[in-house]
Structure formats: structure tokens, C-alpha cells
């Protein structure tokens, strides 16, 4: 059976929820404290002139009401503990989710789960849930009201359902304006973080005022529907507290005239009057917290939906350390969401100790061939081996840790070098780092820099030159003895020593007996490689030794390499 960890936090959950109504009723049951009491002094005491009755009743009195006030506070407890265990079950599955659904839907919001978890957290640990516990007890309330006299029951009746009205009426018309607000206010969110990322640009093509045009717009549309929303709920939650004040007064006036009448005791007005508010406390509570309850269910409603969508991750053998060798059929490739083939029919091998260049003019499929053979994008059809075995069969940790991969755009993260070269794993030890530098040529470069190893990077690793980033980059390829080396343009922004260093890197690795995998149009680096590999329009053009390929042709059949680097350079001029 898959696991699924929403269902079995909330299993769990449902445990603490039950413990959480036990609680509730002692509480509730507590609440007859005040009224009793209420009833005993005005009826007994007073009639009686019994201090000592007066001083039993209230020392009584006092002693249940601290019980009360220790039960509320154990119960806040437990609710806290509950949800940070909560929490604890599901944030690993939500990050996880969180980063497949990103990668095979870029556009889709589901980091917002991340603060899902969050609303949904703070909603049941909080005293939303607690209303809803003492919500129950509401009819228990009532019914005591009925035995002071049907006519209080029936006004604390009337209060109730009036309140309840509010509260669906509140919900019918704030739901849509919420929930639309709460989806423009993460596009807002997405536009302003994945912008801002980008303020150099912003600043010197003069972009500033566009962009905030249409964050502006965005956040606007978002306040908007929020206002609406919160006049709606505004106006019946105050309402629904003229409401309540309107019946205290009715029900004291009811009493008294009751009293008057003879039908009920003086001390009943008083006990009455405290029950039916003590009845009402729960739902007027619940109105006040219509708000975070709509967001916790649609929270709710998100995690699950997530958890379904894409499940756990099934227990995968542990395979064998792979020595690297990659094989590549039939290989047919798509960009998540699209229906155009970026990738067709690709077959080739490469042993260990092999390095292969591919090669191609831009859009060729290059990239996204290289996201196949690191395992970020799964083939649509055909199939990427390593030493045999699918990629789609490691567990994604596992095989990360084979692969040395160097994305175009690098991709460095906000922390150190060394814990980027590290991969930001904690139990890499220094001499892997330096190892995993010294191997990329960079480590000199590191030790010249102030900070050297500690130098923090900045967000995107900003704060380092092209170059240096690209060199950082190799070096975390590298961390952790990979496998399978796939270098997507590793030489993009190296000067001709970076170039050169690069050069002995790939002979090293190769003599070393790693497969190397990159792509390039760089002659002197395509050089270096075994075999080359020609994209064109995503189909494979060419496959064979780098040194035929490069070999000058008869003039009938143009070179490939050289046609291929020549229509790439164009673009890249144009
Ligand atoms: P190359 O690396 O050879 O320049 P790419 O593999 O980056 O080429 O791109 C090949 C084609 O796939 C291009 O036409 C590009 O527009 C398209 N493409 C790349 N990534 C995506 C994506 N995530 N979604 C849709 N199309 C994409």
C-alpha cells in the first residue's frame, strides 16, 4: 500500500482531536460553576443569611474554577505539542512535493504548501479548533435554559440561530472573495519574488515603473477582493455582536419579569443570564473565526490534494555504487506541460573513462537532453541507464549523489562555498570540499579570496564573477566522486585559463575512469571528448568519434561539428 503522510498526520491528529473533546467537555461541564453558584448565593444564602454556607460555596467555587483554568491551559498544551507533531509528519512530504510539482509544472504555486502547512497548523492548534470542540455543547446549554423557563430557552434559542444564520450567511458571502483574494495575492507574491531576483536588470533597462505597473496591480486586485470580503464579514460580525448584547438585556428583562410573575427564582435571572452566554461564546466565536477557518480548509483542501496528486515516493532497492555507464535509447523528451517533442529518438552510449561532447545550434534540444540524463526530466518515452538500471528506479538523493551535474545558468545557492561545493550537506567533511576544489581547479582561486572557503555568496551566488561561479559550479559537480559528469556549457564564461583548466579537469576525469558528458561549441574542449553527439531540431544528427566527426569532410558532405558550432555562433552574435 503507498503511504501517504497527510492521511497519517491527520490519523494521528484525529487521536489528539479526541483527547482535545474529553478536555473540552470537563471544561464545559466546569462552566455550570458560575451559574450554580449564582443560583445557591441569591436563592440559599441570601435567604438563609448563612455566612459560612457563603464561604463554603465560594471557597467550592474557586477551587473548580482553578481546575477550570488548569484544564484550559493543559489543553492548549496538548493542542501545541499535537501540531508541532503535525507539522513534523508532513513538512518532509510537502517539501518534497513541493519540489517535484515545481519541476513538473514551473508555473504551478505549490510552494505556497509551504505556508499551508502553517495556516493549517496554527487553525487546529489554535483556538479555532477549541470553538469547534465547544460548539457541541451548545444544545447542553440551551436545555438548561429550557429548564429555567421555556420562554429563556426559547430567546437564548432565537440568539442562536441567529448567530448561525450569520455565520452561513458570512460564509456564502465571503468565500469567493477570500479565495480569489488569497490566489491573487500569491501571483502577486510569485511576481514580486521571481522579479526581484532580477533588480539589476530592472535598474538599468529602466523597468522599475512596468514591473510595479503590474505588482501594483496584482496587490491592488488582492486588497480589493480582501476589503470586500472583510466589510461583509465586518458588518455581520458586528451585527452578530449587537446580537448578542440585545439578548443578554432580553434575557435579564425576561427573567425579571418571570420573577416578578413568580415563576422563577430571583437567583435563576443572574444563572440564566450567564448560561445562555456561556452558550453563545462558542458560536460567536466560530463567526469571529470564519476567516482563518475558511483559509485552514482551503489550506486543507491544497495539502491534500497535493498529497494525492503526486504520492510517495515507493521504497527503491539501494543499487550499487554505478562505475558509469551510460546508455540512452530511443530517447523521446517533452517539457513538462507541453506536446511538442523537444527531444526525439536520441541513442548512444558512453562507457567509463569516455567523454562526450554534444553539440548543436541553439534550441537544439541540448539542455533539455542533458535534464534527461541527470534525471530531471523523465523520458516520455525510451529509456536513460546507468550502469543498466533507469534513472526513474534510484531514489532521487541517491542517485544526486552519483551525478555531478553543471546546469548553463550554474545555480548556486545563498551560503558559503564550501557549503555550496558541499551540496549543503552537513556531513561533508573539509577535506571532501577542498578534494572536490582542488579536482575543478579552483581551489587557489578560493584561497586568494578573503574569506576564502567561508566567503558567503549572496542569493544566486551573486557575488561571485561569471567565471568564478562557473568554477565554483564544476567543484560541486564534482563534490562527492560522481559517477556521471554532465556539464551543460561548463566553459560559457571562462577565460582562456579557466578554459585551460578546464581542459585538464575533463583529461583528469577521464583518466580517473568518470564518464563525462558535456556540451559545448567550444573546438579546444570538443577536443578533449571521445565522442560527439549532434543535435538538430531534437533529433540525433550525428554519433560517433569526435576525431571522424571533426575530421575536415570532402566538400560534398560539410563538416557537422563545424556547421553546427558555425549556426549556433550566429545566434549567439545575433
Ligand atoms: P539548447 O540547449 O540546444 O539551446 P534547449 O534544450 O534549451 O536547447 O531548448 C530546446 C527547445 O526546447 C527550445 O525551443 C526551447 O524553447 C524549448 N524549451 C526548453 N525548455 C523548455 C521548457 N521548460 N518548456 C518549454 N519549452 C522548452
Redesign the pocket.
Known amino acids: 500500500m503507498i503511504k501517504n503522510p497527510f492521511k497519517q498526520a491527520l490519523a494521528t491528529y484525529r487521536q489528539i482531536v479526541a483527547a482535545t473533546i474529553v478536555f473540552s467537555a470537563a471544561i464545559n461541564i466546569l462552566m455550570f460553576v458560575s451559574p450554580l453558584y449564582m443560583l445557591q448565593v441569591y436563592d440559599r444564602v441570601l435567604q438563609s443569611r448563612s455566612e459560612v454556607t457563603l464561604l463554603m460555596l465560594t471557597i467550592i467555587a474557586v477551587a473548580m474554577l482553578a481546575l477550570y483554568g488548569i484544564l484550559e491551559w493543559l489543553r492548549s498544551r496538548v493542542l501545541v505539542r499535537a501540531g508541532l507533531r503535525f507539522d513534523r509528519m508532513i513538512s518532509d512530504g510537502v517539501f518534497t512535493r513541493v519540489v517535484d510539482t515545481s519541476i513538473k509544472n514551473?508555473q504551478s504555486k505549490s510552494k505556497f504548501a509551504l505556508m499551508d502547512i502553517d495556516r493549517l497548523r496554527e487553525f487546529l492548534t489554535g483556538s479555532g479548533l477549541i470553538s469547534l470542540c465547544d460548539l457541541p455543547w451548545l444544545p447542553v446549554f440551551l436545555a438548561v435554559c429550557f429548564f429555567f423557563h421555556p420562554l429563556i430557552g426559547w430567546i437564548a434559542t432565537g440568539g442562536a440561530i441567529v448567530i448561525v444564520i450569520i455565520t452561513i450567511a458570512n460564509e456564502f458571502m465571503t468565500k469567493t472573495q477570500l479565495s480569489e483574494a488569497t490566489n491573487v495575492g500569491q501571483a502577486a507574491m510569485h511576481f514580486s519574488n521571481s522579479t526581484l531576483v532580477n533588480v539589476e536588470v530592472i535598474r538599468a533597462l529602466g523597468m522599475e515603473s512596468s514591473l510595479r505597473k503590474r505588482w501594483v496591480g496584482l496587490h491592488r486586485s488582492m486588497l480589493e477582493k480582501q476589503a470586500t470580503a472583510s466589510d461583509r464579514a465586518g458588518a455581520l460580525q458586528s451585527f452578530s455582536k449587537f446580537v448578542r448584547m440585545g439578548l443578554q438585556t432580553l434575557i435579564l428583562g425576561a427573567g425579571a419579569y418571570l420573577a416578578l410573575q413568580g415563576q422563577i427564582s430571583p437567583g435563576s435571572i443572574i444563572a440564566a443570564s450567564i448560561m445562555m452566554g456561556r452558550a453563545l461564546q462558542p458560536v460567536d466565536q466560530v463567526v469571529a473565526q470564519w476567516k482563518q477557518f475558511i483559509a485552514a480548509r482551503q489550506a486543507y483542501d491544497r495539502l491534500e490534494t497535493m498529497f494525492v496528486e503526486v504520492p510517495e515516493e515507493e521504497d527503491k532497492i539501494d543499487l550499487p555504487t554505478p562505475e558509469g555507464k551510460l546508455s540512452v535509447e530511443n530517447l523521446i523528451l517533452f517539457?513538462?506541460?507541453?506536446q511538442t517533442p523537444?527531444v526525439r529518438g536520441v541513442s548512444f552510449e558512453a562507457q567509463p573513462g569516455e567523454a562526450v561532447a554534444v553539440v548543436?545550434?541553439?534550441?537544439?534540444?541540448?539542455?533539455?537532453?542533458?535534464r534527461a540524463l541527470v534525471g530531471i526530466w523523465a523520458p516520455a518515452s525510451g529509456s536513460v541507464r546507468l550502469d543498466g538500471a533507469e534513472l526513474q528506479h534510484w531514489e532521487t538523493d541517491k542517485l544526486g549523489q552519483h551525478v555531478g551535474y553543471l546546469p548553463?545558468s550554474v545555480e548556486l545557492f545563498e551560503g558559503t562555498i564550501s557549503e555550496n561545493i558541499a551540496r549543503f550537506r552537513d556531513d561533508a567533511t573539509s577535506e571532501e570540499i577542498i578534494n572536490a576544489a582542488k579536482q575543478a581547479n579552483v581551489h587557489d582561486l578560493i584561497q586568494s579570496m578573503e574569506k576564502g572557503y567561508d566567503t558567503q555568496i549572496g542569493p544566486g551566488g551573486q557575488q561571485l564573477s561569471g567565471g568564478q561561479r562557473q568554477r565554483v559550479g564544476l567543484a560541486r559537480a564534482l563534490f562527492g566522486n560522481p559517477a556521471l559528469l554532465v556539464l551543460?556549457e561548463p566553459n560559457a564564461n571562462l577565460d582562456s585559463e579557466g578554459e585551460e583548466a578546464l581542459n585538464k579537469v575533463i583529461l583528469s576525469l577521464k583518466a580517473r575512469g568518470k564518464t563525462i558528458l558535456f556540451?559545448s561549441h567550444k573546438i579546444s574542449l570538443i577536443a578533449v571528448s571521445d565522442k560527439a553527439l549532434i543535435?538538430r531540431d531534437?533529433a540525433m544528427s550525428g554519433f560517433g568519434a569526435t576525431q571522424d566527426l571533426l575530421q575536415p569532410k570532402p566538400a560534398a558532405q560539410a563538416p557537422k561539428v563545424e556547421e553546427a558550432k558555425s549556426a549556433d555562433e550566429n545566434k549567439t552574435a545575433s
Not at 335 to 338: C, L, S
Not at 360 to 370: C, E, F, I
Request: proline share 14%.
Open positions: 514551473p517539457a513538462p506541460g507541453t523537444l548543436g545550434p541553439s534550441g537544439a534540444g541540448k539542455s533539455s537532453l542533458v548553463q551543460d556540451v543535435l531534437g
